[in-house]
């Protein structure tokens, strides 16, 4: 599973009373089922890179942001698959992207 520019998490929508997203992103009564990293944490071991994210404030994700994915890559790590979990702040160069899709399909 690859993503690049999506949302860091639907509960960013609640850090502020504002939010520049656009509407098609909603989608209604999406937290009473989870949130993105309780999804990516269900995807263990598939490989799964998520790169560039955006807060609901459409503001480039941060460290502090992608510690919501903690309990994501502990369910990887119970997986033995540590390694095929990959979420960054920054976007990938196109090339260090495709060699990533190779080796997820290996």
Do not use: C, N, Q
Not at 30 to 56: F, I, K, N, Q, Y
Request: without cysteine; charged residues 25%.
């Amino acid at each position: 599973v690859y993503g690049r520019g999506g949302l860091t998490t639907y509960a960013s929508f609640l850090d502020s009373t504002f939010f520049w997203t656009p509407h098609d992103v909603l989608i209604p009564g999406v937290l009473t089922a989870g949130d993105l990293p309780l999804l990516a944490a269900r995807l263990a071991p598939r490989p799964v890179r998520l790169e560039g994210l955006v807060s609901a404030m459409d503001r480039p994700a941060t460290a502090k942001d992608l510690e919501a994915y903690a309990a994501a890559r502990k369910a990887y790590g119970r997986e033995k698959a540590a390694a095929r979990i990959d979420v960054r702040p920054g976007a990938g160069e196109p090339g260090e992207v495709a060699a990533w899709m190779l080796r997820a399909l290996e």
